[in-house]
């Protein structure tokens, strides 16, 4: 045999050693895998069997995880990035170019370790609990330390720009919506974020370890083998986070873990089991996360609508009476109200036809008759001779005795409990003192005569502003009286702070970012007319007049004005995750599904411009620029500066062009009245873009793709919709039968000849599938 066969054998037997014992070692070699099931012994194991990886239950499906091992409950310190879990015989493979990779039956592929550089040689699991894929020259080209969740263990080190993520609930493992971030400025800060963008609200916690010099500022959060938790200053300094005396590394185990509640929390774990005690915490931040959170945006401790209570160290969330959790399975994730808020303030009648009731500790007459006319008020907080009203979604509900005053919170009638008569008093479990969302004890008024007096009287004193605020029209120098706040233009100033950041640019004027400061601090964006624009005091009066006769949950909020001189701004509600365009013509493109909930979202808010306000509004500019999102990714129709009124018996109009090119009906080029058709026609462009992600007029290079319209038109004609949407994209053609559906009503609204054009209203029954699509035309015959 030659030397070289030789050393072949040798090699590949000890190879086959190496092999057999790599698993008790704490080694994994390339092609090993692991197979979700319900069988023991599918797990690599750390040298000293402290830390397993493998598969564990969760909710009935399996998640990738790393555990302490060796203490009864098994408690995860590491799971996949994004909390995928898997059906039994999903595997994991360590592989030589990717790392490990997550599949599941059909070898689909889930998850990997990214981000991955270099080839894998083999990996180590340490005790640890850090699993490490190790390149050549013992490099680490990837390991869960690195890439923490919602866990950091001793030994372990946070850079700046790290994260933790909570998860979801106990149970569920996709991220939630709290993080612990160690920013560049310095500060480890805890912050509640918008689950769909990422986006970080306002802090609730920071370690001040900040410097403006950036020589001594906090750059590592440590967490050392004794124990300790701290964060190291590039001077060198400490600042401890661990404020009791450690418990001994020996004979303990350590984790610090973000909770699904939001509070970080230093555990310690004795290693021998003895049947008494689980974790026991050390120290958390914050120490009452009820009381601590006051956001400027964001849904608060518990979510929108729902009460927190802290119990012992960790927080209760409840929802007040006739509210409901929007998802069973999440007590943090906010409530619903379980009734129907009608707002149609032009009729004040309908108004006191449904007989809102208010639910208050104590009855004050005053408080109650504002708290019923307003119909956008939802709850009322009450101190001494102050009020503050409060609109949908309440925000930071909680318990707090320390606060003195009350809260009222509004229900409609119609939807109180069956078991309920008129007269009798509601007796509520819940009884809270503190601000927002306090729930009272008792309906107010304990008769039905009482009640009938009071409502009565709430209903008349409406109809007595209603009058007054119709006889208030003032000439047309003057703006017409409406129920929003007016500013000063110092004020505005102020607020935005000279006029700084800048939003984006309107019809008219440029919007700036702004907080202003009434019954709390509330971010806003303020619209600054151009004064050297013709026509623009007729503009700015045309806007204010329009949005506030409007409420509609699609369309921006007006929540002010000024008009001073030559000054003209407008002050409205922010948006906090932008305009649509930036949405669906940016690199990270909408679910399928958040792209169904925007449009039928702007269809609703058209639906109601056109058919169900008092005053018909044509709002001529619909493009991508002018639909914002809240924080829950709700279209919200903004930018009225070009809408045209139409008085009780019109129709039509004659007005001249207006509009953005690309989304211009072709009514506006033939000097024609026009009608409400030409916002159908702008909204079926806007339609394709929001199915295509892509605008309606691009590079002429792109030659026939270069107009969508013309575009969708040849590939719907040609049996090619494929080519309209990215065929890599699941959700898309899973759902393909709502695909075509969409596409063939934005076609339906794009024709060239009005009359063949659909209402909103059919449109929106289309899209939701109610009614049926008629096989659509040639939008162009005559172009």
Not at 485 to 506: P, S
């Amino acid at each position: 045999m030659s030397y070289s066969s030789s050393y072949i054998l040798c090699t590949y037997f000890s190879f086959l050693s190496y092999s057999a014992l790599a698993q008790g070692n704490g080694a994994i070699s390339i092609g090993w895998s692991l197979t979700a099931a319900d069988k023991p012994d599918t797990s690599w194991y750390s040298p000293s069997g402290e830390f397993a990886f493998g598969f564990r239950k969760a909710q009935d499906q399996f998640i990738l995880a790393i555990w302490y091992d060796k203490i009864p409950d098994k408690t995860i310190v590491w799971h996949v990035n994004d909390g995928s879990t898997v059906p039994a015989g999903s595997r994991v493979q360590l592989t030589a170019d990717r790392g490990l990779v997550l599949s599941d039956l059909k070898r689909n592929v889930i998850w990997t370790s990214e981000p991955f550089s270099g080839t894998a040689f083999y990996a180590a699991f340490f005790d640890t609990g850090n699993f490490r894929i190790v390149g050549s020259k013992s490099s680490t080209v990837w390991d869960t330390f690195s890439n923490p969740t919602d866990t950091l263990l001793p030994t372990q080190t946070m850079d700046v720009y790290g994260k933790l993520y909570s998860r979801r609930t106990e149970t569920n493992f996709t991220r939630g919506r709290f993080q612990l971030r160690l920013l560049d400025d310095g500060n480890l800060v805890l912050n509640t974020r918008n689950v769909l963008t990422d986006f970080p609200y306002n802090a609730y916690y920071k370690s001040n370890t900040s410097d403006e010099n950036r020589s001594n500022q906090g750059y590592q959060v440590k967490f050392n083998e004794s124990g300790y938790l701290y964060i190291l200053r590039r001077n060198g300094d400490i600042v401890e986070l661990t404020t009791d005396k450690a418990i001994p590394s020996t004979g303990y185990y350590h984790r610090a873990t973000l909770t699904y509640d939001g509070i970080l929390v230093q555990y310690y774990h004795l290693k021998i089991f003895t049947g008494t005690t689980g974790w026991t915490s050390v120290w958390q931040e914050p120490v009452n996360i009820c009381t601590t959170i006051r956001e400027l945006l964001g849904d608060g401790a518990c979510g929108f609508n729902s009460i927190c209570t802290f119990v012992g160290s960790r927080k209760d969330c409840e929802c007040p009476e006739t509210y409901s959790l929007l998802d069973p399975n999440d007590k943090q994730g906010g409530c619903k109200p379980n009734f129907t808020q009608n707002c149609d303030r032009n009729d004040p009648v309908k108004i006191c036809m449904i007989l809102w009731r208010a639910l208050a500790l104590t009855g004050r007459y005053l408080l109650m008759s504002g708290l019923l006319i307003d119909c956008f008020c939802i709850a009322a907080y009450y101190n001494r001779n102050s009020c503050w009203k409060k609109k949908q979604p309440l925000v930071n509900g909680r318990k707090d005795n320390s606060v003195k005053g009350k809260t009222y919170l509004k229900i409609s009638k119609v939807d109180l409990p069956r078991e309920h008569h008129p007269g009798k008093p509601i007796n509520f479990k819940t009884k809270i003192n503190g601000t927002m969302v306090l729930v009272g004890s008792m309906l107010l008024g304990s008769s039905l005569f009482v009640n009938i007096i009071l409502i009565s009287v709430a209903c008349f004193g409406f109809l007595d502003i209603y009058q007054k605020k119709s006889i208030n029209i003032q000439p047309a120098n003057n703006i017409v009286e409406t129920n929003v706040c007016r500013f000063t233009n110092n004020e505005l100033v102020e607020a935005t702070d000279g006029f700084k950041e800048e939003l984006g640019r309107g019809s008219f004027g440029i919007v700036y970012k702004g907080l202003i400061h009434m019954s709390s601090t509330v971010i806003v964006a303020v619209k600054k007319i151009d004064r050297l624009v013709q026509d623009g005091a007729r503009e700015f009066k045309t806007e204010v007049t329009a949005i506030a006769q409007t409420h509609h949950r699609n369309l921006v909020r007006l929540i002010g004005f000024c008009e001073e001189e030559d000054h003209r701004l407008l002050v409205y509600e922010y948006m906090v995750n932008g305009s649509l365009a930036a949405l669906i013509f940016g690199s990270a493109k909408p679910s399928w599904a958040q792209r169904i909930q925007i449009a039928l979202g702007i269809a609703r808010g058209l639906a109601y411009l056109h058919e169900e306000c008092n005053t018909q509004i044509i709002h001529c500019d619909i493009k991508p620029q002018n639909i914002l999102l809240d924080e829950d990714y709700n279209a919200r129709i903004s930018d009225f500066g070009l809408a045209k009124l139409l008085m009780l018996n019109q129709s039509r109009t004659n007005t001249g062009i207006r509009g953005t090119k690309g989304y211009v009906a072709p009514e506006w080029f033939r000097n024609t009245a026009i009608t409400v058709k030409v916002d159908v026609y702008s909204f079926g462009v806007l339609l394709l873009e929001i199915i295509c992600c892509r605008r309606s007029v691009e590079n002429i290079e792109l030659g026939d793709k270069a107009i969508l319209t013309d575009w969708v038109w040849d590939c719907f004609q040609d049996g090619r919709m494929f080519d309209l949407v990215d065929k890599d994209n699941e959700d898309i053609l899973s759902d393909w039968e709502k695909v075509e559906r969409f596409v063939m009503v934005g076609i339906c609204c794009i024709q060239e000849d009005p009359s063949l054009r659909l209402t909103m209203k059919k449109v929106i029954q289309m899209l939701e599938g109610v009614s049926d699509i008629p096989y659509p035309p040639c939008p162009s015959p005559f172009s």
